[in-house]
Antibody, heavy 122, light 109 residues
Framework: EVQLVESGGVVVQPGGSLRLSCAAS????????MHWVRQAPGKGLEWVSL????????YYTDSVKGRFTISRDNSNNSLYLQMNSLRTEDTALYYC???????????????WGQGTLVTVSS | QSVLTQPPSASGTPGQRVTISCSGS????????VYWYQQLPGTAPKLLIY???QRPSGVPDRFSGSKSGTSASLAISGLRSEDEADYYC??????????FGGGTKLTVL
């Protein structure tokens, strides 16, 4: 059974930094692209970033480019999101998701974690 | 304002057929596959339709997806009370990366 467990969400001040983690199990981690998707309180879903199965390619939504960095450690089946220069509009539940496709990527996420809440507030 | 346009709400009575639309452009829906997600209250989203019209195992065949040009639709037939949820379309956009529609809240009357 696929399991994705996020951690690291806390309350942080504007301008601060945070690193989210996602521990993956139940599948061959280094065969799948991983994504972060967020959902602000009471709002819709927003794709944030992806990193390919081998860690060589990453993409970001425009609003986080230059501030967030996605990474992975295939030896430890872990996904990360380093978040710098945080803004109040980054407040959201952050989901770690697994891509449906083997060694490819698209917007099909067949497994989701339970999410970790990031609150940016002074 | 999302690049993918969905109606904010939809409704139907039990047993009815409901469709939810998702409108985009040539750089997103027109060029890529569309995915649909169901989010029940207080839970993580669930993949409902992939690659325009494919259902993951375990998703009832009451749910179906279609795509034509720069628009896509999700149809739910034989509506049930447990279908009451938020529904999102998603696709890749050549200039923006991954994008979701704004979501449609489905109410079963």
């Amino acid at each position: 059974e696929v399991q994705l467990v996020e951690s690291g969400g806390v309350v942080v001040q504007p301008g601060g930094s945070l690193r989210l983690s996602c521990a993956a199990s139940g599948f061959t981690f280094d065969d799948y692209t991983m994504h972060w998707v967020r959902q602000a309180p009471g709002k819709g879903l927003e794709w944030v970033s992806l990193i390919t199965w081998d860690g060589t390619t990453s993409y970001y939504t425009d609003s986080v480019k230059g501030r967030f960095t996605i990474s992975r450690d295939n030896s430890n089946n872990s996904l990360y999101l380093q978040m710098n220069s945080l803004r109040t509009e980054d407040t959201a539940l952050y989901y770690c998701t697994k891509d449906l496709l083997y060694r490819a990527f698209d917007l099909g996420f067949d497994s989701w974690g339970q999410g970790t809440l990031v609150t940016v507030s002074s | 304002q999302s690049v993918l346009t969905q109606p904010p709400s939809a409704s139907g009575t039990p047993g009815q057929r409901v469709t939810i639309s998702c409108s985009g452009s040539s750089s997103n829906i027109g060029a890529n596959y569309v995915y649909w997600y169901q989010q029940l209250p207080g839970t993580a989203p669930k993949l409902l339709i992939y690659r325009n019209n494919q259902r993951p195992s375990g998703v009832p065949d009451r749910f179906s997806g279609s795509k034509s040009g720069t628009s896509a639709s999700l149809a739910i037939s034989g509506l049930r009370s447990e279908d009451e949820a938020d529904y999102y379309c998603a696709t890749w956009d050549g200039g923006l990366g991954g994008i979701f529609g704004g979501g449609t809240k489905l109410t079963v009357l």
